[in-house]
C-alpha cells in the first residue's frame, strides 16, 4: 500500500559512531523485553548506527543500545547502506534509559522480528519495544523505516500488553512513520501496540498495522488515556487483526482519535463490539477515510462510539458485519456529524447502517449531505434504528439519500428508519424512499412524530404521524436513482434519472451547514444549478437529456 523510505546515517557532533548496516530482519526467541526505554534526564544526544544482523557483539543493535544507554537524552540509531537480511535477537535487548530516534532505511530493508508466530512457531516471543514512564523534557520518541513483527509482550503487572510495542505512562510524544507492524501478539490487550495510561501525542503516518492479535481488546492498537492523549492516524491502514473482544483493529478509552486519509479494513472483534474501532469519552474524527469489511461479534460492525463528540466526513463505511446492533456504527450517548460520507452494504440485527441507543444523557446525530444504501437489519431498521430509554434522541436528516436498505419482514418491516416516539426527528430536502417495507416505521409499540420538509417519502407506517412543512412529496414508491456509483467525488452516490421527482423538490434556501453550498461530492459539484436544490446528497449539474429534434426542410 505504501512506499516505505528510511532515513540515512547520522553522526553525532561528538564523533561517536556504533554501526548497524542495510536490509535486515530483527528475529528472537526467548522471553523478554527487546527495548525498553525509561526516564532519563540530560539533554545531550547520542548517534549510534548498528552494521550487523548479529545478535551481540561489536555493531549490533544489542550493543548500539547498550552504547546509547551510556549517553543521556535522545538517543539517534540508524543503518549503515547495504545491510539486509534478517537479526534474530536471541534474548532480551537492554532497556533503554531515555527517548529514542530509531532511523530505518525502509520497511522492506529493517525488519524487527521477536519470534512469534501464529502457527508452528515459538509460543513465546520478545518484546520488541516498551517506552516505560517516559516525560516531555526527555522521553519524546521516534520509529521509522522499519518493519516489525512477531512481538510477544513481557510481564508488567501481570499482564501482557502490546505485542510490538507498549508505551506506559508518562506523558512524551512518540511518531511513527514508514513503519509495517505485522503479525504481533498481545495475551491481553494490543495485539500490535498499547498506549498504557499515558498522555502526550501519539503520531502514526504512512504506515501498515496488519494482521495483529490481541486476546482481549485491541487487535492492532489498545489505548487507555488519562484524558490527555491525542492519537492522530495518517495515511495508515489498519486490517485484518483481531481482538478477542472489543476494538478489533483499534480501541481508545479517555482520549482524542484523530483518523485522516486512512482505511480500517477487515478487522474482528469476536465477542465484543468496535469490529473495526471501539471508541469511548473524548473527542473522535474521521476525514477522507474507508472503514469497510470488519466484523463484531456484538454491536458496531464498523465502529462503536460511546459517549463522544464524533464527526465523519468524506469517508465510506461499507460492508460492515455486526451480530447485534448497528452495522456500520453503534452510538451511544454521542453527539455524531455524519456529512458527505457514504454508508453502503452493512449488516446488523438491528440498524444496518446506524444504530442510536441512549439511556441517561441525550445522543443527537446530524445526517447532512450524506448517502445511506444498500444496507440490511434481519430483525427492523435496514437503515436506521434508534433506540431509547428515558432521554429524549435528536435525529435530523439533511439534503441526504436514504434508499435501498431492506430487513427480513421481521418486527416491524422497516427497511428505512426505525424511530420511537421519545426521538426528535426532522428531514429536510432529503430522500427516504425506495427500501423494502417500510421507509420509516416505529419501533416496538411506539407513536413517532416526524417533521418534513422539501423532501421525497415513500411508505410511512400508518403509526407514524408526519408534520409537513411544506414541499413534501409522500408515497414515492420509485425515487427513479441511479445504482450507487462513483459520480465524481470521494464517495459513492445515487444519481438522480431524468424524470426522478427529487429534481428541483429540494428546499429554499438551502439549509446552513458546513459545505451546503455543494452536493455530497463537494468541490464542483454545486448545491443549486438550476434555481432550486434537488432533494438528497446528489445535485443534477446539467439538464436532462432530452429527444433530438428532427430536421424541417423546405423549398
Do not use: C
Amino acid at each position: 500500500m505504501h512506499n516505505l523510505l528510511g532515513g540515512t546515517p547520522i553522526r553525532h557532533r561528538s564523533g561517536r559512531v556504533v554501526a548497524l548496516g542495510s536490509t535486515a530482519v530483527l528475529a528472537a526467541a526467548g522471553a523478554g523485553p527487546l527495548v525498553l526505554l525509561t526516564s532519563s534526564t540530560a539533554s545531550a544526544n547520542a548517534a549510534l548506527v548498528v552494521s550487523t544482523l548479529a545478535d551481540s557483539g561489536a555493531g549490533s543493535l544489542r550493543q548500539a543500545m547498550l552504547d546509547a544507554n551510556s549517553a543521556a537524552g535522545v538517543d539517534t540509531i540508524t543503518f549503515t547502506a547495504g545491510l539486509t537480511g534478517t537479526i534474530n535477537v536471541l534474548s532480551d535487548l537492554p532497556s533503554l534509559t531515555g527517548g529514542v530516534d530509531l532511523q530505518g532505511p525502509g520497511a522492506s530493508v529493517i525488519t524487527i522480528d521477536g519470534g512469534w508466530t501464529a502457527a508452528g512457531g515459538p509460543s513465546t516471543g520478545q518484546s520488541l519495544f516498551v517506552l516505560d514512564n517516559l516525560v516531555v523534557a526527555d522521553g519524546a520518541s521516534t520509529i521509522s523505516g522499519v518493519t516489525i513483527t512477531g512481538g510477544y509482550p513481557r510481564d508488567i503487572n501481570g499482564k501482557l500488553n502490546g505485542g510490538a510495542l507498549l508505551k506506559d505512562q508518562g506523558d512524551a510524544d512518540l511518531t511513527i512513520t514508514d513503519v509495517v507492524l505485522t503479525g504481533n501478539y498481545a495475551p491481553d490487550d494490543g495485539g500490535a501496540m498499547n498506549l498504557q495510561n499515558t498522555n502526550g501525542t501519539v503520531t502514526i503516518r504512512d504506515s501498515v498495522i496488519s494482521n495483529n492479535v490481541a486476546s482481549d481488546v485491541g487487535g492492532a492498537v489498545y489505548a487507555l488515556g488519562n484524558g490527555a492523549l491525542t492519537l492522530a492516524l495518517s495515511n495508515v491502514e489498519i486490517s485484518g487483526n483481531s481482538a478477542g473482544d472489543n476494538g478489533g483493529g483499534l480501541y481508545l478509552y479517555q482520549g482524542s482519535l484523530t483518523i485522516i486519509d486512512s482505511t480500517i479494513s477487515n478487522n474482528v472483534a469476536e465477542t465484543g463490539t468496535g469490529g473495526g474501532i471501539a471508541f469511548e469519552d473524548g473527542p473522535f474524527t474521521i476525514v477522507s477515510s474507508t472503514i469497510s469489511g470488519n466484523t463484531a461479534g456484538d454491536s458496531g460492525g464498523g465502529i462503536w462510539i460511546d459517549d463522544s463528540l464524533a464527526t465523519i466526513s468524506d469517508s465510506t463505511i461499507s460492508g460492515n458485519v455486526s451480530g447485534d446492533d448497528g452495522g456500520a456504527i453503534y452510538l451511544y450517548e454521542t453527539l455524531m456529524t455524519i456529512s458527505n460520507s457514504t454508508l453502503s452494504g452493512n449488516s446488523a440485527a438491528t440498524g444496518g447502517a446506524l444504530y442510536i441507543r441512549n439511556d441517561d444523557e441525550e445522543s443527537t446525530t446530524f445526517i447532512e449531505n450524506s448517502t445511506i444504501s444498500g444496507n440490511h437489519a434481519t430483525q427492523d431498521g435496514g437503515a436506521i434504528f434508534i433506540n431509547e430509554d428515558e432521554t429524549i434522541s435528536t435525529l435530523e436528516i439533511v439534503q441526504s439519500t436514504i434508499t435501498d436498505n431492506s430487513t427480513d419482514g421481521l418486527g416491524e418491516n422497516v427497511g428505512g428508519i426505525a424511530l420511537q416516539d421519545s426521538t426528535e426527528t426532522t428531514i429536510t430536502g432529503s430522500i427516504v424512499a425506495g427500501n423494502l417495507g417500510n421507509d420509516i416505521g416505529r419501533y416496538d409499540d411506539s407513536l413517532p412524530v416526524v417533521n418534513v420538509s422539501d423532501s421525497v417519502l415513500g411508505v410511512i407506517q400508518s403509526a407514524v404521524t408526519l408534520i409537513d412543512g411544506g414541499g413534501t412529496q409522500v408515497g414515492v414508491t420509485d425515487p427513479m436513482l441511479g445504482l450507487l456509483a462513483n459520480n465524481g467525488g470521494v464517495t459513492k452516490t445515487h444519481a438522480l434519472l431524468a424524470g426522478s421527482p427529487a429534481i428541483n423538490a429540494g428546499p429554499d434556501p438551502v439549509p446552513v451547514f458546513d459545505g451546503n453550498e455543494f452536493d455530497q461530492r463537494g468541490v464542483g459539484f454545486a448545491r443549486i444549478v438550476f434555481g432550486v436544490a434537488d432533494a438528497g446528497a446528489f445535485e443534477v449539474q446539467e439538464p436532462p437529456a432530452t429527444e433530438p429534434i428532427a430536421p424541417t426542410f423546405t423549398g
